[in-house]
């Protein structure tokens, strides 16, 4: 069986560093907020290239807090994408502000920047832009429309650690960028992990009180926060794994070089790369008409896929009250078409061959 993530294979090659560190901790005795975490917090943000970076506890929390930070709340709207992981537009309903829903750009299932500037009203204070798959969002039209419009841009970068954009990193651009560290990621913890990375200081300082009680000094708390915050252990193996991530995104683009030779595509729909992306391939993602027999077809022949996202969010019963209906037409249709092959850095390049054998002898047996 070809797993669609395997932990035991990074097991094998990490285990040492990774019970070296966990040890330094455990012999240390400082488990929240020691040097780890500002080495992570310091490392990390220099590695996007933002003057400040803070550690917090997941990468929706992350977004909850920058949109907190902004002060965007009550009778605000913030526009995003339906097709993502529901941690975006969760992070603008729990600040009681109201989600805007943009459709995808076909080609890169990134927000379509020319529909943008139609959703604008007088209450929008924000872009959240969702580099998904790891594939960056064109940021300059955006970031034009925010100029023009006074409005904020946060980047969601849970999927796209080390993604490039015209030559820099996501999560460089934003207002605030906002990442995740959940174990599948690209740059993952073994547990969950945030962070939010940004080049204002104001902000920054308003941001290290949120997430521990609003604590200005200790027993000094200036407003409500919350307990939001890295712990040293998750943060020694990110520092760990930090040190590899360039290495496990060049084996990701060679996997995906591979898939997109010999794929079949007159079968399947395969990632476009725009000229200005770098992407890190957080996720492979086909298209196909017949996707579950697809699914199904290779996992009979040995292979597991996955479906990032089959029901996009305005379809969720929780987001029901906003009152979508057929207005995001490439949304839907992507959302029924695609399908996630194997990606990861311990995949072995004849594993990818054969996944793509299989693909391809699906459309040998239809005919």
Known sequence: MIQFFDFKRENVQLKNEINEKFNDVLNRGSFIDGKEVENFESNFSNYIGTNFGLGVNSGSDAIFMAIKALDIGYGDEVITVSHTFISTVDGISRNKAMPVFVDIDPDTFCIDTSKIESKITERTRAIIVVHLYGNPVD??????????????????????????YKGNKVGSFGDISCF????????????????????????????????????????????????????EIQAAILNVKLGYLDHWNNIRKKLANIYNKLLDDSLYNIPMVKEYANPIYHIYVICSNEREDVKDYLLKNGVQSMIHYPIPVHKQKAYSYLGYQDNLQITEKICNEILSLPMNPWLKNNEVELICEILNNYGDKNE
């Open 139 to 164: 940021m300059d039209p955006i970031l034009k429309i925010a100029k023009k419009n006074d409005l904020f841009v946060i980047e969601d970068c849970a999927q796209a650690h080390g993604a490039k």
């Open 180 to 231: 995740s560290f959940y174990p599948v990621k690209n740059l993952g913890a073994y547990g969950d992990g945030g962070f939010v990375a940004l080049n204002d200081e104001y902000l920054f300082e308003k941001l290290k009180m949120m997430h521990n009680y609003g604590q200005s000094q200790k027993n000094h708390h200036d407003f409500v926060g919350m307990n939001s915050r890295l712990d």
